[in-house]
C-alpha cells in the first residue's frame, strides 16, 4: 500500500544521509546510499566501465593532492570526475591561480577533458558549504523520487547553491534531471555537463538489473 507518510520518511532519510555522506567526504559512495534507503533491492547502475570508474577515482584524488601541494589554502576547488571529464568547482582569489588549477588538473594521468567553472572570490564560508551539500542531498533524493530516470547515473555537485550535474545520459534524461534540480528548493542555477548520448547507443551500454527475486515459496505452494 501506497503510504505518504512512510514517503516522505524515506526522503528525509535519504536527504540526510546523503548530506553525511558528502560531509564526511564519501561523495562516491552517496549514491548507493541514496538509492539503498529508498528502492531497496534495485542495484546500482553506472554507465561507466569499472576501469573508467577507477580511473574517475585516480584522477579526483591525484588532481587535489596536486593543488594542494601547489596553492594550498588559498583556494577552494573541488575536482570531479565523470568519464574522464574533471570538473572543477570552486572558489580561487585570482585570474592566475584560475588558470593554474586548469593546468595542474589537464596533466592530471587519464584526464581527457577539463571544465572550469571556478569562480575568482574569497572561498566559501563553513555555513556556505554545509548548506550546499544539504542541496546536494535534495537533489539527489529528488532524481531517485522521480523513477522514470536512472538516478545513479547522474553525478551532482553544488557550489554557492548552484547545481551542476554529468553523466553519460539521453537529451531526455538531460532535460528531466535538468527540471528535478530547478525544481529543489535553494537551487539557484543548473549548470549541465553531461555527455549526450542517442537513445540507441544509451541502450546498448545501460546494463541492466538483476531480476528480482524471493526465497519465500507462494502460500499453498
Known amino acids: 500500500m501506497n503510504n505518504p507518510t512512510l514517503a516522505r520518511t524515506r526522503r528525509t532519510v535519504c536527504t540526510v544521509l546523503a548530506a553525511a555522506a558528502l560531509a564526511a567526504g564519501l561523495s562516491a559512495c552517496a549514491p548507493l546510499i541514496v538509492g539503498g534507503a529508498v528502492v531497496g533491492g534495485v542495484m546500482a547502475v553506472d554507465r561507466r566501465t569499472t576501469g573508467t570508474q577507477i ?12 593543488i594542494r601541494e601547489t596553492l ?15 570538473l572543477l568547482t570552486g572558489e580561487v582569489p585570482n585570474a592566475q591561480d584560475r588558470q593554474t588549477v586548469e593546468q595542474i588538473v589537464s596533466q592530471v594521468e587519464n584526464t581527457r577533458s577539463v571544465v572550469n567553472d571556478l569562480a575568482v572570490m574569497p572561498n ?54 535538468t527540471e528535478i534540480a ?10 549541465r555537463v553531461f555527455e549526450i548520448v542517442s537513445e540507441e547507443e544509451l541502450r546498448r551500454i545501460a546494463p541492466q538489473p538483476a531480476p528480482v527475486t524471493t526465497d519465500t515459496q507462494p502460500a499453498g505452494g
Open 55 to 66: 580511473e574517475d577515482e585516480g584522477i579526483e584524488l591525484r588532481a587535489a593532492n596536486r
Open 72 to 86: 594550498g589554502d588559498r583556494v577552494h576547488v573541488n575536482v570531479t570526475s565523470y568519464n574522464r571529464q574533471a
Open 124 to 177: 566559501t564560508t563553513l555555513g556556505q558549504r554545509s548548506n550546499d551539500t544539504f542541496i546536494t542531498g535534495k537533489v539527489r533524493a529528488s532524481l531517485v523520487d522521480a523513477q522514470d530516470i536512472s538516478a545513479n547515473s547522474f553525478k551532482v555537485v553544488t557550489e554557492r547553491n548552484i547545481v551542476y550535474l554529468m553523466g553519460r545520459v539521453s537529451q531526455r534524461e538531460a532535460n528531466r534531471a
Open 182 to 191: 530547478r525544481g529543489v528548493s535553494d537551487v539557484r542555477k543548473v549548470v
